[in-house]
């Protein structure tokens, strides 16, 4: 049982290193944002799973070994903070007011785009968590009612537009700071937008990686407070 489950981990790593590589020669090549190396990896995937048969919880509970890796390269940001921790704690006030904004201002959009155009609580619940890592997103829709699958889905494709979409968008707002960069990328599009951030430079990406964990405190204490109040006024 045990030498069957290893074969299986071996298998799902080739299979999702496979349909890494395809999806990012694909996205090289035609660098449109809907054929992201995420989104065709994943769409790739999933199709072989649907059209093998096989449940794609068999993929979910014999990955655990991509899951510790990428654990991993998450922790690996701890270290470009370290490198500029004095660059970062002489400017901690504002980062801090900076992520804090950052979290609330996404969280009302949300709400107010999202009442305005009739979705329903549930589903406004379920985007709320839009800007912060997957993890911390699944877990705080689980437990405020959304629909966590979803989520995962709006947090992947919210990573993919700022990473696509990032760069220029600071360019013409005049944004050219490194550490500015990096927490815009790192709070909007999480750890995709902070793997971005990374190729301008290691202080964008140790910013970025900042921005992910302040952004995570936030909307987990933020979030929660809205969701009775979406109840309230968008509720049937």
């Excluded at 406004?124 to 959304?146: D, E």
């Excluded at 700022?162 to 709070?187: E, N, P, Q, Y």
């Amino acid at each position: 049982m045990a030498m069957s489950r290893i074969y299986l981990e071996i298998a799902f790593i080739l299979l999702t290193l496979m349909a890494y590589y395809f999806g990012r020669a694909i996205y090289r090549k035609t660098k449109v944002m809907v054929f992201h190396t995420v989104i065709v990896a994943t769409a790739v995937i999933v199709l072989i799973f649907e059209v093998s048969g096989l449940d794609m919880d068999l993929y979910e509970s014999n990955t655990g070994f991509l899951k510790y890796v990428l654990n991993l390269s998450v922790v690996a940001f701890g270290f470009l903070l370290y490198k500029h921790y004095d660059f970062i704690k002489s400017r901690g006030l504002s980062i801090i007011t900076a992520t804090f904004i950052g979290s609330l201002s996404s969280i009302l959009s949300v709400v107010l785009i999202a009442g305005v155009l009739g979705a329903s609580p549930q589903m406004i619940i379920t985007l709320l968590p839009k800007s912060i890592t997957t993890p911390i997103a699944i877990v705080l829709a689980q437990k405020t009612g959304g629909i966590f699958y979803l989520t995962a889905v709006v947090v992947t494709l919210a990573g993919i537009f700022g990473a696509v979409t990032g760069s220029w968008f600071l360019k013409i707002s005049g944004i050219k700071g490194r550490m500015s960069r990096g927490l815009a990328m790192g709070a909007a599009a999480h750890g995709i937008g902070t793997a971005k951030a990374l190729e301008e430079g290691a202080l964008e990406g140790a910013a970025g990686g900042l921005a992910i964990a302040l952004m995570g405190i936030f909307t987990s204490i933020i979030a929660p407070l809205f969701v009775p109040l979406v109840n309230y006024f968008f509720g049937s």
